[in-house]
């Protein structure tokens, strides 16, 4: 009869359509992925880099903060010409940019082996501010934007109709004449 080794655990997992079946948990392994997840994990002094992961979230970090430049630069791309949505597209772009550019520094400075600023808890951080600002877009979206643009158009539509009150013919005028 076979015996498990040391440090395994047995679990008989039932399903609906079919006799059990016997599912093996190594311990050691869960204790693994829960001490990489751990706070003393993402502080402790860093090694040199042998993973990969740390390119992919470069790679991610740079493409966030170009695109963010550009929208930054240029929302008229995607806003045509909504001045309340142009107005959204810089303020978190403008955040993407920030935080793309930190993390691109932030995974060079990991690649540097910098004691202090290439400790795991940073790069963690600056990830988890991307998803809180892409949560708060969300949050916006679904909350708030419908209600701002109703406002945002009624606004346009009374500045666009309103009566403007007229200078008097001897005011000076904001811009000089071109001779």
Known sequence: MWTAPAGTVHMAVAVSFGPPIAVEVDVDTLLDILGRISPGHLIEEPRPVISGVYLILAAIFVVVAVV????????NLITRENRLLRRIVRVYTAWYFWLGFI????????????PLFSKRIWT???VLALLA?????????????QDDLEDFLEAERRRRFMPQPRRPVGARRRTPRKR
Request: hydrophobic letters at 40%.
């Open 133 to 145: 600002v892409t949560g708060h877009i969300v949050y916006y979206y679904k909350r708030t934007y």
């Open 124 to 126: 963690v951080l600056d």
């Open 103 to 114: 993390g691109v520094g932030l995974i060079g400075l990991r690649y540097l082996t910098i």
């Open 68 to 75: 963010a430049g550009i929208l930054y630069l240029r929302p």
